[in-house]
């Protein structure tokens, strides 16, 4: 019996090392990217493999100072997972000290905003089945909102909702 749970035992210490092996710690990368403060330079840090290796994309699109004198940077996040290479966009949000506030969950990795300019996050249609013709322009000057929608075609888009997790 001492020698199953021994097995056991070394087992669980197997998958949780080379589980955690194949992770890139996410507050160390963002913390990089957001020290280095180079506006619209894509870095990425890990190698998706089907093996269970993760890819993280990150953007600084730059900083927005509110009319209420509170300042604001802005990432943008691609996280690549999983055997069929899935993705997790985000729009995350910081505070001037660097600090995590939260984030906008977007459904895919061409949702996201394509730059920030003037205080205005602006996102640019670039998914084919989206008008070209049609942008969304969200003013960051009045603070972070709570939701937005994210136009598309016609009267069609997402509803993307700030979360403080």
């Known amino acids: 019996m001492t020698t199953l749970r021994t097995l056991f035992i070394i087992l669980t210490l197997n998958i949780i090392v080379f589980s955690a092996s194949g992770q890139v710690n996410d507050e160390n990368i963002r913390q990089k990217v957001l020290k280095k403060g180079i506006v619209d330079s894509l870095f990425i840090f890990g190698k998706w493999t089907e093996t269970g290796q993760t890819e993280t994309h990150l953007k600084y699109l730059g900083q927005v100072t509110t009319k209420r004198g509170r300042t604001f940077k802005i990432v943008n996040s691609i996280w690549f997972w999983g055997l069929s290479h899935r993705a997790t966009s985000r729009i995350l949000v910081f505070n001037v000290r660097n600090q995590y506030v939260g984030n906008y969950y977007l459904t895919m990795t ?56």
């Open 110 to 165: 061409y949702d996201l905003p394509t730059k920030l300019k003037n205080g205005k996050l602006i996102f640019n249609n670039t998914d084919t089945n989206c008008d070209k013709k049609k942008s969304t322009i969200i003013n960051l000057k009045n603070g972070i909102p709570k939701q937005f929608f994210r136009k598309c075609k016609d009267k069609y888009g997402d509803i993307c909702t700030f979360n403080s997790d």
